[in-house]
């Protein structure tokens, strides 16, 4: 069983900053890729970054250069600083984890929390 737990969403106006944490808790499972997705009304949900068990990073240029990822292994935890916050970057934010439990691959998501950019 994996559980994911998103915290750090809110409210907050443009140029401002915020930090999403994204906690998995259970057993019997080993962590690959973790990453962040977000989805806005009326759009597709995209990629925002993941960031790989060694460290290797994809991000869309939409957001490079003002967000960046990174993880503790120790807490199985991975967040997402966000900076230069715009209105477009509103969106539900996703958390996913790609885990391995035996031979088998899974991906888990989070619960999703808001991100709302005021003009």
């Known amino acids: 069983q994996v559980q994911l737990v998103e915290s750090g969403g809110g409210l907050v106006q443009a140029g401002g900053s915020l930090r999403l944490s994204c906690a998995a808790s259970?057993?019997?499972?080993?962590?690959?890729?973790m990453g962040w997705y977000r989805q806005a009304p009326g759009k597709q949900r995209e990629l925002v970054a993941t960031?790989?068990?060694?460290?290797?990073?994809n991000q869309p240029d939409s957001v490079k250069g003002r967000f960046s990822i990174s993880r503790d292994n120790t807490k199985n935890t991975v967040y997402l600083q966000m900076n230069s916050l715009k209105p477009e970057d509103t969106a539900v934010y996703y958390c996913?984890?790609?885990?391995?439990?035996?031979?088998?691959?899974?991906?888990?998501w989070g619960q999703g929390t808001q991100v709302t950019v005021s003009s």
């Open positions: 960031i790989t068990s060694g460290g290797v990073i």
């Open positions: 259970g057993s019997g499972f080993s962590i690959n890729a």
């Open positions: 996913k984890v790609v885990i391995a439990i035996s031979t088998l691959w899974y991906d888990y």
